[in-house]
Each structure stands twice: as C-alpha cells, then as structure tokens.
T-cell receptor, first 112, second 113 residues
Framework: DAKTTQPNSMESNEEEPVHLPCNHSTISGTDYIHWYRQLPSQGPEYVIHGLTSNVNNRMASLAIAEDRKSSTLILHRATLRDAAVYYCILRGYSNSGYALNFGKGTSLLVTP | DTGVSQNPRHKITKRGQNVTFRCDPISEHNRLYWYRQTLGQGPEFLTYFQNEAQLEKSRLLSDRFSAERPKGSFSTLEIQRTEQGDSAMYLC???????????FGSGTQLSVL
C-alpha cells in the first residue's frame, strides 16, 4: 500500500478553520484518499473521501492537489468536539475488500 | 439502526486464559473487519470477512487468534493462551456492499495481567 505522511500534531483555536495536510507522493491512479477521525475512547469515524476532484460534505472539505501527491482536510470552523486524531489513508482495492491501513495520524488540539 | 456493537467493552484476564469478543455489524453490511489498536498507534488490520467467508488474515493474526462469522451475521474473535502483548483495543468495523465507508464499533479494551 502507498504510504501517507502527516504531521504528528496540530493546534487550532475554536471557531477558526483548520487545514490538515497529508502527503502521498507514491499514490497510484486508482487509490482513493480517505480521511477518518478518532475521538478519545471511540472507534474511528468516517469523515470524507475522494479520488481526483475536491469534495465537500457536512463535516469537512477535501482538497486534492492536481498531481494527487498531497491533499488537505479542511474543517471550516473548528469546535472543541473536533479534537481528535485525524487519519489520512490511501485505499486501493485488494483482497481485503475495503480494509484500510491506518498510520499514526495527526492529533488535533482545539483550544477555546 | 444502532451502529456496530461490540461486547464486552472491557475485559481483564490473566495471562494464559482464553478470551472471546463479539461484534454485531450494522444490518445489511456484508463486509466485516477486525482491527487491533495499541496506545499511540493507529488501528492495525487483522482480518476481513465477506459474508461468512474469511477472505484475508494479517500476519499479525498468530495461530492463537481465530475469528468466525457464522451465517454472515455477527462475528467472534477468540484469543487463546493470552499474553501481555495482546493487551490492546480490539475494534470491529462493517461496511455495506455498495459503499466504501467503514463503520467502527467502540471496541473491546483487553488487559492481560
């Protein structure tokens, strides 16, 4: 599986936008970019995914670079409830169906 | 729909004992996954079922681990002769055949003393 690189941690102020970067220079043409987040004491939660075009949903936006070697998860207005570990994952089809290979992610701290 | 359910939430056992965890996926989700997560790390893939068929097992799944999904509904993960290194959060996830999204349960926290 192609690997992703994320900062270990980031900090944001409440009600400000947050841009979480992810580098994936070895991405293949068929790899989807997935983002999950994990709040303390909970299982991971799906946030968003995309292939080539930018994507928006009620939780966040995903901006994908034109060469697809990097992407950015955008939280438009951070709240205290957004404090979590955010995982950027490349998903290519395999015998594992849609199994995802998580890295260490970025721990987001949101301060009031 | 109550989401993916895992039981028990916590399990404390002595080294050498056997433990079994249960996962009830979201109904109509034919794909089911088991992951293991240790402190400070992301979840690690263990095994995957499509309906009742176990299609892939990670090299992390030693011969002391066994997973089943009879009738393609709930799944169990058993660890025999537990070791202290087995202490971790065991997460279950399921997905619908038409979706790429995985839905995770809250996990079972295993502590081996």
């Amino acid at each position: 599986d192609a690997k992703t690189t994320q900062p270990n941690s980031m900090e944001s102020n409440e009600e400000e936008p947050v841009h979480l970067p992810c580098n994936h220079s070895t991405i293949s043409g068929t790899d989807y970019i997935h983002w999950y987040r994990q709040l303390p004491s909970q299982g991971p939660e799906y946030v968003i995914h995309g292939l080539t075009s930018n994507v928006n949903n009620r939780m966040a936006s995903l901006a994908i670079a034109e060469d697809r070697k990097s992407s950015t998860l955008i939280l438009h207005r951070a709240t205290l409830r957004d404090a979590a570990v955010y995982y950027c994952i490349l998903r290519g089809y395999s015998n594992s169906g849609y199994a995802l290979n998580f890295g260490k992610g970025t721990s987001l701290l949101v301060t009031p | 729909d109550t989401g993916v359910s895992q039981n028990p939430r916590h399990k404390i056992t002595k080294r050498g004992q056997n433990v079994t965890f249960r996962c009830d996926p979201i109904s109509e989700h034919n794909r089911l996954y088991w992951y293991r997560q240790t402190l400070g790390q992301g979840p690690e893939f263990l095994t995957y079922f499509q309906n009742e068929a176990q299609l892939e097992k990670s090299r992390l799944l030693s011969d002391r681990f066994s997973a089943e999904r009879p009738k393609g509904s709930f799944s169990t993960l058993e660890i025999q002769r537990t070791e202290q290194g087995d202490s971790a959060m065991y997460l279950c996830a399921s997905s619908h055949p038409d979706s790429e999204k995985l839905f995770f349960g809250s996990g079972t926290q295993l502590s081996v003393l």
